[in-house]
């Protein structure tokens, strides 16, 4: 099982960016698979989730009516659509597979791990 993100960069304040997270080893409407970031000295933190069992798609507060979750089953990808960026959007992203299946936002609650994409918002 591998995953791998993709789409980072620096963008300005109000600017958009997609991130992917493309998997192999599995299909990604087996797993939930989730997104999280971790900012310079702060812990990881979940940020949204797409379930397995029946699409349901989950925000943290910080990003909801900003940021969209998809599958693409076509490509074996979940993205992460991500509007109105702010600077403190700033961090790592990571996204994380959960082979019980299960939508949460704890980090200890996912198996595997793509090696983070770094998206960087300028004021």
């Known amino acids: 099982v591998q995953l791998q993100a993709s789409g980072g960069g620096l963008v300005q304040t109000g600017g958009s960016l997609r991130l992917s997270c493309a998997a192999s080893?599995?299909?990604?409407?087996?797993?939930?698979i989730g997104w999280f970031r971790q900012a310079p000295g702060k812990e990881r933190e979940w940020v949204s989730c797409i379930s397995s069992r029946d699409g349901s798609t989950y925000y943290a507060d910080s990003v909801k009516g900003r940021f969209a979750i998809s599958r693409d089953n076509a490509k074996n990808a979940v993205n992460l659509q991500m509007n109105n960026l702010k600077p403190e959007d700033t961090a790592i992203y990571y996204c994380?597979?959960?082979?019980?299946?299960?939508?949460?936002?704890?980090?200890?609650?996912?198996?595997?791990w793509g090696q983070g994409t770094l998206v960087t918002v300028s004021s």
């Open positions: 994380a597979a959960d082979l019980l299946r299960i939508c949460g936002p704890a980090v200890r609650g996912y198996d595997y």
């Open positions: 080893g599995f299909t990604v409407d087996y797993y939930a």
